[in-house]
């Protein structure tokens, strides 16, 4: 076992409003030729067209694929590169959420190392090139994709979320500009938000997290807990937008190097096989989770719980950890997070397909990385807990 750690962040990360100011030198030093990588909300809502304004700005030649949806797919990861190979791009701008980021991600390794993405799983096949240079700007506050060395891909042949991690995903330079989070309606600023809550609380009580990722988590969790309602309820406040844009990077950093646990390593077969946004998915688990595994961190829970209450001086390791719990249930009770009943995921289909969720969330290896490492029928369980939740009670809750 190493008695070293290792961290990486992208060379370089430029954050704070007005940040994307930035964008037009940074693409002009890596490149002559840009693939921007978004999709059509992005483009309606303006983000794209102000990209490709800096890019003439700067007189950089561009070309767009726009068709990046919800959840990537190793389809999209194809269309896009074709074209990057076509247009003989030699830099990448991937602008909108988690899911153009990936995209983004996947291709410029691809571009360079050839072969299916999928092939990259597991450290299966290397990746001995070097990727086209990647400028990453988010768009919303929570996957934290943009300073990360993982790439989530839905392999569409075996409805499987293919999490891949390498140096070779993560980006050359992340642009974080909060502004351009204020567009995100609330329901996306909840899941995202979540999302990135879930990143620094899995980062910090995960089995390889360090004293680097453990500071970074916990200011992200203080930021989120005490950003993320105002966020979510007065989009227009810059304050909360901007500290959260901050927290998502915090978090991103966090997990990209301490990893993951089971949050995320069920969350992956809930989104290939029924299709919930990324975010979603881990707020639907996050609480449940954090109940299973909460007597095999109780230490780290606490530490969390002192963030969340610092007046709570008095109440004992326990307590607090408990008090934690019960303020991320809150928290997504608040932000109107659906269990999946609620969602409209049919049961019976759901009942179906667990073992197999179950399996395949084993082995994407997340799940090993968490406090307490749960068996195959743990998680089956954890599942069918989960699918009627309520996260309204102060303690785990399966409704009938």
């Known amino acids: ?108 390794v691809l571009a360079t190392n050839g072969g299916y993405i999928g092939d990259y799983m597991g450290g299966k096949t290397p990746i001995p090139e070097q990727p086209i240079p990647m400028i990453a700007i988010p768009t919303t506050a929570g996957t934290g994709s943009e300073v990360t060395n993982v790439t989530v891909i839905t392999n569409t042949r075996e409805d499987i979320k293919m999490m891949i991690k390498h140096p070779a995903f993560l980006p050359k330079v992340a642009i974080v500009d909060p502004l351009l989070t204020t567009t995100s309606p609330p329901s ?19 089995r390889r997290s360090q004293p680097l990722t453990d500071t970074l988590a916990l200011s992200a969790i203080e930021a989120i807990i005490n950003n993320l309602r105002t966020a979510y309820e007065n989009g227009e ?53 954090l109940e299973f595994t909460k007597e095999s961190a109780i230490e780290k829970l606490a530490t969390i719980g002192r963030i969340i209450s610092p007046e709570s001086t008095s109440l004992s390791n326990t307590e607090l950890a408990d008090l934690t719990i019960k303020e991320v249930k809150q928290l997504c009770c608040d932000l109107s997070i659906p269990n999946l009943k609620t969602w409209g995921i049919d049961e019976q289909k759901f009942e179906q397909v667990t073992e197999k969720m179950a399996t395949d969330a084993i082995a994407s290896g997340s799940p090993a990385n968490n406090p307490k490492v749960p068996t195959k029928q743990e998680i089956i369980d954890l599942y069918k807990t989960c699918f009627k939740y309520d996260f309204s009670g102060n303690t785990s809750t399966l409704t009938s």
Not at 56 to 82: F, G
């Open 237 to 289: 406040n810059a304050d909360a937008r901007e500290k959260m844009a901050t927290a998502s990077m915090q978090a991103g950093i966090s997990f990209s190097n301490a990893s993951v646990t089971l949050v995320h390593g069920m969350s992956r077969p809930i989104g290939a096989l029924f299709h919930v946004p990324h975010g979603v998915s881990n707020a639907m688990l996050l609480p449940a989770v």
């Open 188 to 206: 996306v600023t909840a899941a995202t938000g979540v999302d990135a809550l879930c990143h620094a609380i899995e980062a910090y009580i995960s």
């Open 1 to 108: 076992m190493k008695s070293y750690s290792e961290f990486s962040i992208p060379s370089s990360v430029f954050y704070g409003q007005n940040s994307l100011s930035e964008l037009g030198e940074q693409v002009r030093t890596l490149g002559k030729k840009v693939l921007l990588i978004s999709d059509r909300i992005i483009e309606k809502i303006g983000h794209v067209k102000t990209c490709q304004n800096i890019f003439k700005e700067v007189d950089v030649a561009y070309t767009s694929y726009l068709d990046v949806n919800m959840e990537p797919t190793d389809l999209h990861v194809s269309e896009a590169l074709q074209l990057c190979l076509d247009e003989q791009c030699d830099v990448i701008v991937a602008i909108g959420g988690g899911s153009c980021i990936d995209a983004a991600k996947a291709v410029a």
